[in-house]
């Protein structure tokens, strides 16, 4: 039987492999699709592929699906004392709406989905295309969208540890 991860997982590797990105069968059994505990992928939530997570870097592609939103989110300064993740997203396909802190952007060409609008605290949009990237550093909040297409991103960073994330909306589970 076919679950709605394997599903999706599936369509993820497809999108992958149509942009010429090639995954080895363990990677793609190993696909991430995250939810973010609120049971509405459609709106909200990322598709990942970890390629390697030391302690010292961390590799992934994200898959958003068209519209699809990443909530918003930072990376603190871990409890040991270490640095917050910082991040650099590349974006390789499609069109990744990111929002940082800083300088509100009057007439953003996005929203987070309505009935979520409340947790979404920081306006300054950029808009990457293919080839072009961003650096997020750590303890910054942010928070990314799909435009109408599938956007996929690199992100190169710092270790990726998920349990020191801070979102802003208290409904999200990681």
């Not at 679950?3 to 363990?26: D, G």
């Not at 939530?45 to 699809?68: M, S, W």
């Not at 300088?103 to 989905?113: A, I, M, R, S």
Request: aromatic share 8%; hydrophobic share 30%.
């Amino acid at each position: 039987m076919t679950t709605p991860n394997n599903e999706y997982k599936a369509k993820v590797a497809e999108i992958l492999v149509e942009h010429h990105i090639v995954l080895t069968e363990k990677e793609k059994n190993q696909i991430e699709i995250a939810d973010f505990g609120l049971n509405k992928l459609e709106s909200t939530g990322l598709q990942i592929v970890t390629y390697v997570n030391t302690d010292r870097y961390c590799a992934k592609e994200l898959v958003l699906f068209p519209n699809q939103t990443c909530p918003e989110h930072k990376h603190p300064d871990r409890s040991n004392g270490d640095k917050g993740k910082e991040e650099t997203f590349r974006c390789r396909a499609g069109k990744i709406h990111l929002f940082v802190e800083g300088e509100t952007t009057e007439q953003p060409t996005v929203k987070p989905p309505p009935e979520d609008q409340k947790y979404y605290t920081v306006w300054k949009e950029m808009i990457l295309h293919p080839g072009e990237q961003y650096i997020i550093p750590p303890n910054t909040k942010h928070w990314f969208q799909a435009g109408d297409e599938t956007t996929i991103i690199s992100e190169f960073s710092s270790n990726s540890d998920d349990k020191s994330d801070v979102f802003t909306d208290p409904n999200v589970k990681r």
